[in-house]
């Protein structure tokens, strides 16, 4: 399983760092709804879902937090610590979220607004719409 990490371009200069992010440029999707979680207590792990078709780009703004990724095949662990660096996570991916660092920002692009009948937040389900994905009905989560 690959990780897609996006460079972001900083325009940093003796007052500081400065990063635009900007759809169809540096996030390849039309952005729809941002978020970010902030004061995540110690040991908290979060996530613990797929989407059956979000795409989302998380960026790291402020602090650390490792990312857990599973595609149904294959488990990727990576930290996330640079605010110049996007991971891109595509549909149909299972992800965790462990270690927040106690100042952690952790601001998430999305292509669609929030939907809870997008999520899969059982595994053994994500399994089965990872061995089935393309001819699953969306009946089948219901
Ligand atoms: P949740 O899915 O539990 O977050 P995580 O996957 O990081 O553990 O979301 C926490 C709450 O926030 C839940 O009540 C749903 C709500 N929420 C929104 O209202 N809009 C959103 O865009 C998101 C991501 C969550």
Redesign the pocket.
């Known amino acids: 399983m690959e990780i897609k990490l996006l460079p972001l371009q900083s325009h940093g200069d003796d007052r500081g760092s400065l990063i635009a992010l900007e759809e169809g440029k540096n996030v390849p999707f039309k952005i729809k709804?941002v978020?970010y979680?902030y004061n995540t207590k110690p040991g908290v792990s979060?996530?613990?879902?797929a989407h059956k078709n979000l795409k989302q780009v998380v960026i790291a703004v402020r602090g650390s937090c490792r990312f857990v990724l599973d595609d149904g095949d294959e488990k990727i662990s990576i930290l996330l610590d640079n605010p110049a660096q996007g991971l891109l996570i595509e549909s149909g991916i299972w992800r965790e979220?462990h270690n927040f660092s106690e100042d952690c920002v952790l601001m998430?692009l999305?292509d669609s607004l929030?939907s809870?009948e997008d999520?899969i937040r059982d595994y053994n389900k994500f399994l089965q719409f990872h061995k089935n994905i393309g001819g699953v009905h969306d009946s089948f989560f219901k």
């Open positions: 709804r978020y979680l979060r996530g613990f879902h979220m998430v999305a929030y809870e999520y």
